[in-house]
């Protein structure tokens, strides 16, 4: 078994919304055996960013299903989508 990489783009309800405290929401929600790797903020459009979230975890873990709503459950979230997995 390898270890798999994915990125989850976490898009907020708004500009307004405070990415630092929203960067300290997701570090708490990861579930365990998954390891956050990076979190970084990439602009949309009309001073709206989103957070790029770069995870790992085992092969055998069954995807990101379960990453994906943990980070859809925190307040102020408009969508979360895994952009990118790939085998380390």
Do not use: Y
């Not at 405070?18 to 009309?46: C, D, H, M, R, Y």
């Not at 979230?77 to 997995?85: A, F, H, K, M, R």
């Amino acid at each position: 078994m390898g270890t798999v990489v994915a990125n989850i783009r976490v898009s907020p309800e708004s500009p307004e919304v405070n990415l630092a405290e929203l960067k300290q929401l997701i570090t708490k929600a990861i579930p365990p055996g998954v390891t956050l790797k990076n979190i970084s903020e990439k602009p949309i459009a009309f001073g709206l960013k989103a957070l790029n979230v770069q995870i790992t975890m085992p092969d055998g873990m069954g995807g990101t299903d379960r990453v994906e709503e943990a980070l859809a459950k925190l307040p102020h979230i408009q969508s979360v989508e895994t952009t990118d997995v790939g085998l380390l």
